[in-house]
């Protein structure tokens, strides 16, 4: 193998590497089975124990606000009025508000008594029952209307029932009240039906939480396709014909609430134009008695012609001016509606005006009234939506009361013009005598007020057929859908199980890839140091010590075997016999290596010394059997010689080994320093080919820069998916500053599969003779083994 040192390191290549999360996404896959597997058992027991929910939804045609305006009964009663102008499209939005309001909600909860709910117990799942499927009927009186009750069982039979809470039982007849947890249960069987024995399951969640469970359930949305006036209402419930009864109860509901608001102004006016009608009525009746008393008295039974001209001019101008008065009647009690203190009204909107532009704003304020009341009886003062709808009833009374400006000084126009014909018409009927004028203006006056009657009596029928049509137009349903089971969808519960037993394991491989900073591959070491890679280790079961041994083949002793040759080949001279293996850390493999590195020296007939220089935390000397028992401490205190310490190793008579000592040293940095270490190692160097010094971790203590001076080889040992990338930078800074000579790593402990060269490429036949013979050859040898 050919080895090269480079004098500085390559610049680290960082970045993602993609094709390596896959191989260790592809090496989990059982893990990706196992999670998959799981959710989807999830899933299953999610679908086998949740209530289906049904979704019914239907399509209505909504109507316009002004729509209200055209008498669908055929219009006026006393002949053709103008033509109905275009109705605006309805506000959609608006429509959607009222509908999935909580004040509409209430009432269908009402209605349809959806704050009892009735289930039939089951073995897995509790089916809830509709209350028109069961055989009697439940009336409940609520002591809290919005108190949520626990779930009581209800065992019914042919005459009487009882309910029961835990262990508290109350038995209870048909027709008969019954006082349960402070509220009144009235049980009653329905006609020509039979009662039979049966458990159900009775909960009451009150009326705020069947408002809330239904609020969210009822939805509804424009159609695009459908025009500028269809909506798709859409409730979802446990049982597909309470869904439907949902939605007829609310568009009822919601139609009354929408004739309510159209026909509160008709109402308004109605009442108005009726006392008017009364007021004129009895002013009619005066006036014809004075006529028929004037005649009486003054025998006065007929009007010349002319006369009778100048009083049909008169009582034209009489008649305009009667409906100028009314006009300015209306004009007044519109804008005392408008000026009175206190909270907004629903103003009249007097068509009798004959204004359109005032008729357009007296509307659009209604509506404003009207929705900021909805607000203020939903929520509170403070809502966000009052502030422009506030603004809006600003614009909308100013605009009112300019029109009614406008209007009043068109009156007042026209009364001036009325005025001087009418000052001409007398001037001409001065000439008649007294009499036949006081009778023609008796009569004049009657006619006014016959008119004023006939006028009255028109606007009123016209009215109340505009509000017999308000109550004739509804929402019209045009198509109804009932869907299956929509909550949960057993294909999009597992897709969604399956897609999340994915993913949290590949979440979880992720996330420990990227936080991962230990040397997995060849490339982690390569991409930050360039020192060669002297020798590749496999991770030995066998938690053996010794692996390596004279007649051992397994692929370990082979990996040791060619460590020993790349040593051989590294271009040093025959002087350079010294080899220092140390490591970053405690827990690399550096013992280990030592000792069977200069074991395959030894075996290879080569004269080979074992220091063990760990001072502080040896264990060689337990290892190989030699605890407590005299070495280096001891030789560097004067207390022994050379020869005293070394010690030779069973089975392997090239091998020497020199033990820490006994008593450790308190102080090793500075007994490693003391001067019988040269003679030491003078000695060595001339009796054995090779010195093998095994020494602390650098970045533990100082121990093995100290002793780097006395070494010609440095082996920094490393060990798989143990040893940290930054224990690397500190290799190349000791590299770079030649704190310790010719540094080559050996990679420790490697797991397959990891893109390590020399690993697992001897075959499992070569693999299980080298097991066999090292299992033969410990069996009988005396050297401890691990």
């Given amino acids: 193998m050919e080895q090269k040192y480079h004098d500085e390191p390559e610049e680290s290549k960082g970045g993602f590497d993609a094709k390596r999360l896959f191989g260790k996404l592809a090496k989990s896959y059982y893990w990706l089975i196992l999670s998959a597997g799981v959710c989807l058992a999830a899933a299953f027991v999610y679908i086998r124990y949740t209530t289906p929910l049904y979704q019914v939804s239907t399509f209505i045609e909504v109507q316009s606000a002004g729509e209200v305006k055209s008498n669908i009964l055929g219009g006026s009663a006393f002949g053709s009025g103008p033509a109905a102008t275009a109705q605006a499209a309805p506000d959609l939005n608006s429509e959607i508000f009222k509908l999935e309001a909580a004040a509409l909600i209430e009432k269908v909860v009402d209605s349809l008594h959806l704050d009892i709910e009735v289930m039939q117990k089951g073995r897995v799942l509790d089916k809830p029952l509709h209350l028109d499927s069961l055989p009697f009927t439940i009336k409940l009186k609520r002591w809290d209307i919005d108190e949520t009750t626990p779930v009581y069982k209800l065992l ?126 009895s002013e009619l009746s005066q006036q014809a008695n004075k006529v028929k008393d004037f005649k009486s008295n003054n025998k006065v039974n007929d009007v010349g012609t002319s006369a009778n001209q100048l009083l049909g001019n008169l009582v034209t101008l009489d008649s305009r001016k009667g409906e100028n008065q009314l006009r300015e009647n209306l004009l007044t009690q519109i804008e005392n509606s408008m000026l009175a203190s206190g909270q907004e009204q629903i103003v009249p909107n007097v068509t009798a005006l004959a204004d359109p532009s005032l008729a357009a704003f007296v509307d659009g304020y209604n509506r404003l009234v009207v929705r900021k009341k909805e607000i203020l009886d939903r929520g509170t003062p403070q809502d966000i939506r009052l502030p422009d709808i506030n603004a809006g009833l600003a614009t909308a009374k100013n605009s009112i009361l300019s029109s009614l400006s406008s209007i009043r000084q068109q009156i007042r126009t026209s009364n001036a013009f009325i005025a001087s014909q009418e000052q001409n018409s007398t001037n001409r009927f001065q000439g008649m005598t007294e009499k036949e004028k006081d009778l023609n203006q008796t009569n004049r006056v009657l006619g006014v007020k016959d008119q004023l009657y006939t006028f009255l009596q028109q606007k009123i029928e016209d009215k109340k057929m505009e509000y017999a049509s308000a109550g004739i137009a509804g929402t019209r349903i045009v198509d109804w859908n009932v869907s299956r089971s929509v909550n949960p969808k057993p294909y999009v519960v597992y897709a969604m199980g399956f897609l999340l037993g994915l993913m949290l394991p590949v979440l979880i491989i992720v996330v420990q890839f990227m936080m991962n900073n230990k040397i997995e591959t060849r490339e982690d070491v390569h991409s930050i140091t360039s020192l060669p890679i002297a020798g590749e280790i496999i991770l030995d079961d066998s938690k053996a010590d010794l692996v390596i041994a004279e007649e ?235």
Wanted: proline share 5%; no cysteine.
């Fill in 552 to 786: 051992t083949v397994s692929p370990i002793a082979e990996q040791f075997r060619t460590l020993r040759t790349n040593i051989s080949y590294m271009g040093y001279g025959p002087d350079q016999k010294v080899l220092m293996v140390t490591s970053s850390v405690s827990g690399e493999g550096k013992s280990f290596v030592s000792l069977n590195l200069a074991s395959s020296l030894a075996i290879s007939s080569k004269k080979v010394a074992l220091l063990e220089f760990d001072l502080r935390n040896p264990s060689l000397s337990e290892r190989l059997g030699f605890k407590k028992s005299i070495g280096i401490t001891n030789y560097l205190r004067g207390e022994v010689q050379i020869d005293d310490i070394l010690q030779s190793v069973p089975e392997l008579e090239n091998l020497s080994f020199l033990s820490a000592g006994t008593p450790l040293p308190l102080n090793p940095g500075e007994i490693i320093l003391n001067p019988r270490m040269k003679a030491l190692f003078d000695y060595l160097k001339a009796h054995y080919d090779y010195i093998v010094m095994d020494t602390p971790p650098v970045e533990a203590v100082s121990d093995a820069l100290s002793l780097g001076k006395l070494a010609d080889l440095t082996f920094f040992v490393l060990r798989h998916k143990f040893t940290v990338r930054p224990s690397l930078k500190l290799i190349n800074d000791l590299h770079q500053d030649q704190k310790l000579p010719h540094i080559s790593l050996i990679i420790n402990g490697i797991k397959p599969g990891y893109g390590f060269q020399h690993v697992y490429g001897y075959g499992y036949e070569y693999g299980q003779m080298g097991k066999g013979k090292k299992k033969k050859k410990n069996s009988e040898g005396k050297l401890k083994i691990a």
């Fill in 156 to 281: 019914v039979s042919e005459d009487s029932y009882k309910l029961q809470l835990e262990k508290e039982v109350v038995k209870g007849y048909y027709n008969v009240p019954l006082v349960f947890k402070h509220d009144t249960i009235t049980i009653e069987p329905k006609p020509f039906l039979s009662i039979s024995k049966g458990v159900y399951l009775l909960r009451f969640p009150g009326r705020d939480g069947a408002v809330g469970k239904y609020a969210s359930r009822v939805s509804a949305t424009a159609v695009p396709k459908g025009g500028m006036a269809m909506l798709q209402i859409t409730v979802k419930d446990e049982i597909p014909e309470r869904a439907k009864q949902i939605v007829e109860v609310l568009l009822q509901n919601y139609d009354e609430a929408n004739f309510e608001f159209k026909s509160k102004a008709l109402r308004t006016e109605i009442e108005f134009l009726e006392n008017r009608l009364n007021t004129v009525s």
